[in-house]
């Protein structure tokens, strides 16, 4: 238990030293970005992570959906994407400093699930990320239960709406690594799988939890 608080300590100094840092450049100029690579390289190592990633993201892919187990998944993903990503995160969660500062900065999206007019703004805010690399977490919350737990309807939303090009990508054993609940942490590898791009057929939102849940389970 000790490993695992002195690592969020760690990665808490990290992100805290992020925000100031951020908040000192021009904003997406080339010292803001060499900020955002340093600290997210920074975080990984204060927990003794690594990343080993099967699998390509498509270059004109719009938006990644990614299940949820731990806020480290973020900063696993920005490890392997880089600059060009865009959360999309509950108010309540990414509107606490110092994490409130880096998610005004860099341009990440935040939905108020209490707001009647969310999913309209969420549409707006997503179609301006137009380039980025735009990730959603379908579950709607972390999962600790060391499965893939049933998707929300707003990545579906999203994609048929907006018409994006979709991947689903799958963090497999970050838990092992880094566990919030248990209070565990130690040094290793987290494997990530990106799978095909979609087609959005009729059944295609079902059809990719499947291939999901297959994946996480190998």
């Known amino acids: 238990m000790f490993a695992f608080y002195f690592k969020k300590y760690k990665m808490y100094v990290a992100i805290a030293a992020q925000s100031v840092?951020?908040?000192?450049?021009?904003?997406?100029?080339?010292?803001f970005n060499r900020f955002r690579r340093l600290f997210t390289s920074l975080i990984m190592r204060?927990?003794?992570?690594?990343?080993?990633?099967?699998g390509t993201i498509d270059a004109d892919t719009d938006i990644l959906i990614i299940n949820h187990q731990s806020?480290?998944?973020?900063?696993?993903?920005?490890?392997?994407?880089?600059?060009?990503?865009?959360f999309i995160g509950r108010t309540g969660i990414m509107d606490k400093w110092p994490v409130s500062s880096i998610?005004?900065?860099?341009?990440?999206?935040?939905?108020?699930q209490k707001d009647n007019r969310a999913i309209i703004k969420l549409l707006k805010d997503v179609k301006?990320?137009?380039g980025k690399k735009v990730i959603i977490f379908p579950e709607g919350t972390r999962s600790?239960?060391?499965k893939i737990e049933p998707f929300e309807a707003g990545a579906k939303l999203l994609v048929e709406k907006l018409k994006?090009?979709?991947?689903?990508?799958?963090?497999?054993?970050?838990?092992?690594i880094y566990n919030e609940s248990s209070k565990t942490a130690t040094s290793g590898t987290i494997?990530?799988?990106?799978?095909?791009?979609?087609t959005t057929t009729d059944n295609w939102y079902n059809d990719i939890q499947q291939q999901m849940n297959k994946a996480f389970e190998q």
């Open 128 to 130: 301006v990320c137009k």
């Open 103 to 112: 998610v005004d900065r860099v341009g990440h999206i935040t939905v108020d």
């Open 191 to 198: 494997k990530i799988e990106v799978l095909p791009a979609v």
């Open 46 to 54: 204060s927990v003794g992570a690594q990343v080993n990633l099967t």
């Open 164 to 176: 994006l090009k979709a991947q689903p990508v799958v963090i497999k054993n970050i838990l092992d």
């Open 21 to 31: 840092a951020l908040s000192l450049c021009e904003h997406h100029g080339i010292r």
């Open 144 to 146: 600790q239960s060391g």
């Open 71 to 86: 806020m480290f998944d973020i900063f696993c993903l920005e490890e392997i994407v880089g600059n060009d990503i865009r």
